[in-house]
């Protein structure tokens, strides 16, 4: 930066010169020149200064520093958490979808997308079709460097199953292994740092399988219904009773219910024969606002749920948190029906 001022104004003195021989006056050309020459002996020295060096040298290492970290992109942002867990201050991680009220299946890319995915030496997706905009992005700008790690493989789960799979207990503990391993592949100098974390994430998702294992004894084979399967792992883990798979299944699809479904779910509501709903407040329609007013009106408690994990929490503490609504909705006395 330096080195290109004085260039600039050398080149502007010599124009100087040139422009006003005819017009200025000799003295205030000379006065100009002495001006100017002092100006960029100035820079010199202060280039040479030991501020200016110390200063330069911080700024490159700074810049060597962030460069030399792997840049990981997650589809959704509790992958990205996790990729942030396991990788510490040896990766940089962007998260496409990060906003509790943004509807992961209306993704929309834009060219900042297709750029941080062109950069990534490694892309996390959830895949059984949830995220197949990914697969499409990913298809159309093939980079050589870059790997992928997909939930859905990782688990064995395919097109047509749940594709809620960040609530299968199996999910991230397989997720950290694979990641785990190809951090060491890509950065093998930090190879001890990579496996004391994976350590401590995965001694970390303890509390939630004690969680589970907690509500499943008190609360195994308790009715509960939701209007779509998200929490759909969680509650077969808990081995609760889930009504209406059907309707649920319908919603998730985008698809009609059956007005069979229909009526048997808002049955389920109005006689309390569920005791709880679990609600999507993330995508919702009128179909499913229906049956929520249908529930606080027929006293049964109401879980809300989001695809996407609240920024300020980390993906354990998230998952405890729902869980602990999900606990707090269960103990609840069925209130009065209202209708």
Same mark, same amino acid.
């Given at each position: 930066m330096i080195e290109a001022t004085k260039r600039y104004l050398l080149y502007h003195l010599a124009y100087s010169r040139f422009f006003f021989s005819g017009c200025i006056m000799p003295t205030l050309i000379q006065y100009m020149s002495a001006y100017i020459a002092r100006f960029v002996l100035s820079l010199s020295l202060f280039a040479m200064s030991p501020f200016a060096v110390a200063h330069n040298s911080s700024a490159l290492a700074t810049m060597s520093s962030a460069t030399s970290r792997l840049l990981l992109v997650a589809a959704e942002n509790f992958y990205?958490? +996790?990729?942030? /867990?396991l990788g510490g201050e040896h990766v940089t991680v962007t998260s496409l979808i990060n906003h509790p009220k943004q509807d992961p299946h209306l993704f929309e890319a834009s060219p900042s997308t297709a750029r941080q995915l062109a950069h990534a030496r490694l892309v996390v997706y959830n895949g059984a079709d949830y995220d197949p905009w990914l697969t499409k992005l990913l298809a159309a700008s093939k980079v050589p460097q870059r790997e992928q790690i997909v939930a859905a493989t990782l688990v064995g #789960?395919?097109?047509?199953?749940n594709p809620h799979l960040w609530y299968l207990p199996e999910t991230m503990p397989a997720l950290g292994a694979a990641v785990t391993a190809f951090l060491i592949r890509a950065d093998s100098a930090h190879q001890e740092d990579y496996n004391a974390r994976l350590s401590a994430f995965l001694a970390s998702l303890k509390p939630i399988e004690a969680k589970i294992a907690e509500l499943r004894e008190k609360y195994r084979g308790t *009715?509960?219904?939701?209007? %779509? *399967?998200?929490?759909?792992?969680?509650? @077969?883990?808990?081995?609760?009773?889930?009504?209406?798979?059907?309707?649920? /299944?319908?919603?998730m699809n985008d698809t009609e219910p059956s007005a069979t479904d229909i009526a048997a779910f808002e049955k389920d509501l109005r006689q309390q024969r569920?005791? +709880?709903?679990?609600?999507?407040?993330?995508?919702?329609? %009128?179909?499913?606002?229906?049956?929520?007013?249908?529930?606080?009106?027929?006293?049964?408690? +109401?879980? %809300? +749920? &989001?695809?996407? #994990?609240?920024? $300020?929490?980390?993906? /354990?503490?998230?998952?405890? &948190?729902?869980?602990?609504?999900?606990? @707090?909705?269960?103990? @609840?006395?069925? #209130?009065? $029906?209202?209708?």
């Open positions: 990205g958490d +996790v990729l942030t /867990q #789960k395919k097109s047509g199953d *009715p509960i219904t939701a209007t %779509e *399967p998200i929490l759909g792992y969680l509650i @077969q883990a808990l081995e609760l009773k889930d009504n209406n798979p059907r309707f649920q /299944q319908a919603i569920v005791k +709880v709903l679990i609600y999507n407040a993330q995508t919702s329609d %009128e179909m499913t606002r229906h049956l929520l007013k249908l529930a606080h009106a027929s006293g049964v408690a +109401v879980m %809300e +749920v &989001s695809e996407v #994990k609240p920024a $300020n929490l980390s993906y /354990q503490a998230w998952i405890l &948190s729902q869980l602990s609504a999900l606990e @707090q909705a269960l103990a @609840q006395t069925p #209130k009065q $029906n209202r209708r």
